[in-house]
Every structure is written in structure tokens, then in C-alpha cells.
């Protein structure tokens, strides 16, 4: 609960305009891209500048009051659901790209700038920001930072933390720091920079970032392999890795995924196979054309049926675009769909897409994999029923396996989606007690009174949570 006193210096801040303590308002922000997760926040507030935000955060401080800050709410995590109340902060002010640096190679932003409108605005001048999650269209940079999200172009170009190059960031107290700078070089310090990378809202609030920028690739071409054998594809994946060659995305779809993307999409994919990958290089062009006619002669090395390059621009484009819209596509077949990023190193990918069709028989439940391939991040995705308890079950065993599984392989329970609420309960699977205890000494450091994101990544509940608490 917000006092009335706390309210009045909110809106003292703020304006009324931009405070949304409304039933409407609040039921809006009471839930993310998550499934089975949604609580009522207390206010919804939106800040104009760095000043205000770090004015609410003293506020908030003061009263104890948990702030979830939030861009476009695309996390699959429930990252940005306010399972503790209290003020969701939105950035829809707070979306300007402020420069770019074509001298340095850098770009800043304000964190409500949408990824795609980033990228375009860059590529206009003829430079390049690679990382493109799927989600890319709405989601937000001040998102992407706090995931560190990755995308199909990970393998070749790295993950958003490799371009996170400078933050302001207003900690829990309402102080506000600068970290890093338009530098190729600077050790000065801890690298804060990379500590608030992937913070999931827990540590501060990101209110501005300069990211690198690098220069557009000369040419890019596109190809699917088809093949008739699930592990085979997966071979393919990491002999073209082990013949030292990095493509720029290497993606795997299994049969049931292109059925469901071929019906949304309708761009002519093959529907009879049992998996493809889609692969693409950038550079310059005899590299590229090097490298394509070497991948092409592994695939079929490996048993694929077929190999076809896209012909034209276009067709590539619909290719990428059809990968990317197969989280969407699958969310058609039933009322809910869970899905998970479990992720093994890419010696283990074979194995992995194994296992998981093992497990999916052994608790009669139907997983679509898709995903990232070379960077050995499966996105195995349940089309489900959040109100048949018992199927529900079965499929909260299977990710629990699964996930088991990925770390015994030496992987983790989330490549790039984050641990939120979701994947809470697992963390210490991955890193152990000692982890845990480390990270929390990080926390409490920065943020004592805990209200930075409060019930995330150290959240106690299990992932069973389909009410509005609040
Ligand atoms: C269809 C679909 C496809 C997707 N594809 C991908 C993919 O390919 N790769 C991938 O990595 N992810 C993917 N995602 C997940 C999601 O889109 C990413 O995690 C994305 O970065 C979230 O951005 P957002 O703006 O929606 O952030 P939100 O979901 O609003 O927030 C994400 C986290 O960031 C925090 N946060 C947001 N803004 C700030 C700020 N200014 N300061 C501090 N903390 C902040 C929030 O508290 C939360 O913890 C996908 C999701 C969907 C629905």
C-alpha cells in the first residue's frame, strides 16, 4: 500500500498525468509476456528525466515501497510482474535516442527506446547494433540491458552485453552514477557496467546507455538445410563450429515448430521434414561465399536432404522473419504456452534435443523445440492449459528435468530470458549455495531496504502462481 503522504510527493513529482493509481491502469501493469504470473502493482508511474526517477526512487526509499521498473514487458521470466506491489515505473518519456557518435562508433539512448527503431535509426548512417531479439520490435533497450538479451546474430556478434559500453544508473538510495564511458579502454575500478548488465531490475535503474556500434557487414547470405534426422541437424551444428567456422546464425527448428510457423507465416517452409537450420553468414563477399559452400557441404556430410540458399533478399528476409515469429505461431495452438531456454554448450546440442524429446514422452507432454543453435540455447516451448492442473504438473516435471539436465551437461537454466520469478527456484542448482550467498551480499550492499525489483532472482515462491494477490 502507498500512504496518501507517499502519494502526494509522487505526484509532486511526476504531475498527476503521469500517476495511474486506476483499477484500469494498475490491471494493465499487473502482468508480462509470463504465463501463470500476475499481481496487482499499487501505482503505475511514468518519469520524464533522470532527475524525477531518482526523486521517486528516495520516495520509495523512504517508504519502503517496491518500484518494478519496466519497458515493454516482453520478458518471459516475470521480470516485470509486481508480485510484491508497490510502483511499476515506465519509460514511455524516457525514449529518445540521444546521439550517434559515428566518430567513436557509439550510440546513447534513453532505456524506453524499442530495439528495432534503434537498429534502423543506425543503419540509416550505415552502422550496425547486432543484437536482435525476436522481440526486437517493441522490446526496449533498458529491457534488453536488464536481460541481456541475445538474438539470432549471438553466435557471430555476442550477446547486448558486449555493446553495453557506458550506463547512468540511479541506485536505490537515489544517487545517480555514471558507469564506463565512450572508451576502447578503461580499467579504473570494478566494471559496474557489466554488474548492471542482466540485473533484471534488482540492483537500479537504468535511465540512459551508450552501446557500441561496429560498421555494416558488406554482403549476407541466407540457406536452410532440411534433414529427415533430429540429431543429425544437431551434428551439423557443431562440425561447422569445430571446421572454425562462426556464421552469423545458426538456427534450429524442429518439425512440430515449422508446421505451427509454416500455418502463421505461409512463406512455402518445408513441413515434411523433421528439422531445419537456418544459416547465415555476413562479410565480405568471397568470405561469405567461402564460408557458405563449406556449410553446405557439412550439412550434407550429415544426412541433410537438402540445402537451398535464398535466392534474393526478400526471400532471406522472410526466412528470418518466419524464425523469429516461432514463440508467437506455437502461442496459437493452445491457451498457454510455456517456454524455456535452457542451454548447453554446443559439443552437447545432439544430446540435448534427445533429451528433451525423451522427456517430453516420458511425461506425455507436447515440447516444440526451436532456438539458437549455435549458441547451444534451446527453446523448448509447451503449448499447455494453465486450468488443467494435472497436464500443468506433468509439464512443470518436464522443465524440471530438462533443466536438470542442461546444467548436468554443463549448461544453465537460462541462456538469455533471465531468472525473474520464474526460474528462481533453480538458480541455486546452477550456482550453488556459496553463489546465491555472494549475489545477495551484492544486493543488499546496493539495495538494503529491498525495494529494487523485490521476489526476483531470489524470490522464494515456486513457479505455481496464477492469482491476482493484490
Ligand atoms: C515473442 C518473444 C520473442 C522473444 N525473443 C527473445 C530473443 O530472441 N532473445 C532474448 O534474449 N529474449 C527474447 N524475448 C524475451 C524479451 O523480449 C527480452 O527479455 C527483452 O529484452 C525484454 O525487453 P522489454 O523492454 O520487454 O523489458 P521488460 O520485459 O519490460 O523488462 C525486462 C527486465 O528489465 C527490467 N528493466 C526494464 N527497463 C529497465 C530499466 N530502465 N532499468 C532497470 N531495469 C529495467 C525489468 O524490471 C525486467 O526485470 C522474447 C520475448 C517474446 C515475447
Redesign the pocket.
Known sequence: MISNEAKQKLISIVGIENYDDSKAGRLVYSY??TPQFQSLPDAVIAPRNTKEVSEIVKICNEYRIPI?????????CA??CPTEGGIVLI?KHMNKILEIDEENLTVTVQ?GVVTLDLIKAVEAKGLFYPPD???MK???I???I??N???LRGLKYGVTRDYVMALEVVLANGDVIRTGGKLAKDVAGYDLTRLFVGS??TL????EATLKLIPMPETKKTMLALYQDLEAAARSVSKIIANKIIPTTLEFLDQPTLEVVEAYAQIGLPTDVKAVLLIEQDGPSEVVERDMKKMAEICKEEQAVSVQVAQSEAEADALRTARRSA??ALARLKPTTILEDATVPRSEIAKMVKVINEIAEKYNVKICTFGHAGDGNLHPTCPTDARDREEIERVEKAFEEIFAKAIELGGTITG???V?VMKAPYLEWKLGREGIAAMKAIKNALDPNNIM?PG?VFAKSTRKRVVITR
Open positions: 508480462d509476456a518494478v521498473p519496466r519497458g515493454s514487458g516482453t520478458n518471459l521480470g516485470t519509460f532505456p531479439p525476436s522481440s517493441i522490446s526496449t533498458g529491457g534488453n536488464n536481460e538479451s541475445g538474438g533484471e531490475g537500479g535503474i537504468i535511465t514463440l508467437s538469455e530470458h533471465g525473474g525489483n526476483k
